[in-house]
């Protein structure tokens, strides 16, 4: 069984930045087995993507947050971040981490980003 545990989210200013982490234990050899996702859910939304992050390192941004949002990952430590900078009020929501592996799903108990204006 593997866990996944995020950290990093809050409350930030428009414009500001947040770096969210997800931790991934348990069964997991290794961090780079797995094909990552981070989700985000807006009050009131459906779940939505906001990158995809394959093992073999190649990415794919939601529009919304190209050139703001760059995913990456520690190997060595099983954790993919997600920095966000110039964040936006419309970047409020939940946000989750999702790892996918040998034909299984694992997710974050999702953590929760605050946008100002």
């Known amino acids: 069984q593997v866990q996944l545990v995020e950290s990093g989210g809050g409350l930030a200013q428009a414009g500001g930045s947040l770096r969210l982490s997800c931790a991934a234990s348990g069964s997991i050899s290794s961090g780079n087995a797995m094909n990552w996702y981070w989700y985000r859910q807006a009050p009131g939304k459906q779940r939505e993507l906001v990158v995809m992050f394959t093992r073999g390192g190649s990415t794919n941004y939601a529009d919304s947050v190209k050139g703001r949002f760059t995913v990456s990952r520690d190997n060595a430590k099983n954790t993919v971040y997600l920095q966000m900078n110039n964040l936006k009020p419309e970047d409020t929501a939940v946000y989750y981490c999702?790892?996918?592996?040998?034909?299984?799903?694992?997710w974050g108990q999702g953590t929760q980003v605050t946008v100002s204006s």
């Open positions: 999702n790892g996918r592996m040998f034909g299984h799903d694992y």
